[in-house]
């Protein structure tokens, strides 16, 4: 939690940082290069745009209004509306969604499908519709 508040503190104004300095006894010299430096780098993240399924693997992502932009947007259900889960169906893992941003579509692969499952993400959809 100290990296993190270190790192907001050097986008505060000089008097607020002198402030969040002294709390976390930095001292009041502290320089955003230097925050930045102590707070880490982000090298790769992942999302799950489908609840239970494999991750996708991304180096730089939107943010949307809950977080990651898609993330956990979408779970695969029964017939009768139950949200399937890994415990009851482990072999959710092997489904791979991948987002395309630049195309506007969630594609699903997995073993034994001989074609993927293409979904337009929201956004497509409104458009498609206009």
Same mark, same amino acid.
């Given at each position: ?18 402030? #969040?300095? !002294?709390? &976390?006894?930095? /001292? ?8 930045? *430096?102590?707070?880490? %780098?982000?090298?790769?993240? @992942? &999302?799950? /745009? #489908? %609840?239970?399924?494999? /991750?996708? !693997? ?10 990651? &932009? @898609? +993330?956990? *947007?979408?779970?695969?259900?029964? /017939? +009768? ?6 415990? %009851?169906?482990? !072999?959710?893992? =092997?489904? !791979?969604? *991948? #987002? ?14 001989? +074609? =993927? &499952? ?13």
């Amino acid at each position: 939690a100290a990296n993190t508040t270190t790192a907001a503190a050097a986008a505060c104004r000089p008097q607020q940082q002198r402030a #969040i300095n !002294k709390h &976390l006894g930095n /001292p009041a010299t502290t320089t955003a290069a230097a925050a930045a *430096e102590r707070s880490g %780098k982000l090298s790769s993240l @992942y &999302l799950y /745009p #489908i %609840k239970s399924c494999a /991750p996708q !693997k991304a180096t730089c992502w939107p943010i949307g209004p809950n977080g990651l &932009l @898609y +993330d956990r *947007e979408w779970a695969l259900v029964t /017939p +009768d509306g139950q949200v399937l889960t890994q415990k %009851k169906c482990p !072999k959710l893992t =092997q489904l !791979k969604p *991948e #987002i395309h941003l630049r195309s506007g579509v969630l594609r699903v692969s997995g073993p034994g499908m001989s +074609d =993927q &499952l293409v979904v337009l993400l929201p956004q497509q959809q409104q458009q498609q519709q206009q």
